[in-house]
C-alpha cells in the first residue's frame, strides 16, 4: 500500500510578507514493513529578511508479532537572511537527529519500548552555522498496565548534552512522568494522578504582536506612556472586535535558562 499527498500554502500580509509552503506526506507499507515520511518547504520574503525553512520526518519500523523495530530520522535547516546586511539573523539553526528503537506488546494495550537517539545541533557562530553540540538520549516508554478502569504508564528519558566546546562541561538531564487513571462506582468517581522530574534546560520563551486586519486579531495597543512606541506590556485582550487589531506570535531563541 503507498499514500502520498502533496498540498501548497500561502501566506500574505499586504505588500510586508510573502510565503509559500510545500509539504509532503507519505505512507509506505508492505506486509510488516512500513515507512512514514513528512516533510515541508517553506520559502518566505518580507521587507526585513528572506527565509528558507525545511523540516522532515522519517521513520521505518518492522513488526513481528508482538514485537516491533525500527529507526527514524527528523531533521530541520533554518535561515533567516537580513536584507540590510545580507548576512544571517539570529534565528537562523539547524538540527539533524536519528534514532533506533524497539518494542514488545500492543502500543494500544500493554507494551514496552526502549530507544536511543542522537542529535547534531548547529547555530550562528561568526555569521555562519556551526556545530556546537550533540545530545545522546536513552528513553524507556511503557504502558504498564491497560483495562477498561484502570490506565498506568511510565515514560523515562536521560539525556546527555556534550559541547563542542571543551571548556564547557557535559550536561547529563533526567527527565520522568508516571501517569495513574483509575475510575470507580461506574465512572461515578474518576481519580487522576501523575508524578513527573524534569532537569536541564528550558528555552525562554519571546514573543512579539503583528498587525493585522481590523478584526481579524485578539489584542489591542493601548499607548499608557504615550511616546509612540509599542511596548509589550501596553497590549491587551480586545474588548471591541473592532479593536481587535494584533495578533501574538511566539519567536524562537538561542537563550535557554537551566532548570
Do not use: C
Not at 124 to 131: C, F, H, T, V
Amino acid at each position: 500500500m503507498l499514500k502520498l499527498s502533496y498540498q501548497f500554502e500561502n501566506l500574505r500580509f499586504s505588500k510586508s510578507f510573502s510565503g509559500n509552503r510545500h509539504l509532503i506526506n507519505g505512507v509506505f507499507k508492505l506486509n510488516n514493513f512500513n515507512l512514514v515520511q513528512n516533510s515541508s518547504f517553506l520559502k518566505s520574503s518580507g521587507t526585513v529578511s528572506n527565509s528558507t525553512f525545511i523540516r522532515n520526518q522519517s521513520q521505518a519500523r518492522y513488526n513481528y508479532k508482538k514485537n516491533w523495530i525500527g529507526s527514524s530520522l527528523r531533521l530541520e535547516n533554518n535561515k533567516e537572511k537580513i536584507i540590510a546586511t545580507q548576512q544571517l539573523s539570529s534565528l537562523s539553526q539547524r538540527f539533524t537527529e536519528y534514532g533506533a528503537f524497539i518494542g514488545r506488546g500492543d502500543s494500544t494495550k500493554v507494551f514496552l519500548e526502549i530507544g536511543y537517539l542522537q542529535r547534531m545541533n548547529d547555530s550562528l557562530q561568526n555569521g555562519i552555522l556551526k556545530k556546537v553540540n550533540t545530545s545522546q538520549s536513552y528513553y524507556v516508554k511503557s504502558k504498564i498496565i491497560q483495562t477498561k478502569k484502570t490506565d498506568l504508564s511510565l515514560f523515562v528519558n536521560y539525556r546527555n548534552l556534550i559541547f563542542e566546546n571543551s571548556n564547557q562541561k557535559n550536561e547529563p538531564s533526567l527527565n520522568s512522568r508516571l501517569l495513574y487513571n483509575d475510575s470507580y462506582f461506574e465512572n461515578l468517581l474518576l481519580v487522576t494522578s501523575a508524578y513527573e522530574t524534569n532537569s536541564g534546560s528550558l528555552a525562554q520563551q519571546e514573543f512579539t504582536y503583528l498587525e493585522v486586519e481590523n478584526g481579524q486579531g485578539v489584542y489591542t495597543w493601548l499607548d499608557y506612556n504615550n511616546n509612540g512606541i509599542q511596548e509589550l506590556e501596553e497590549f491587551e485582550i480586545a474588548a471591541f472586535l473592532d479593536q481587535a487589531k494584533y495578533i501574538r506570535v511566539f519567536l524562537p531563541n538561542q537563550i535557554f535558562v537551566k532548570t
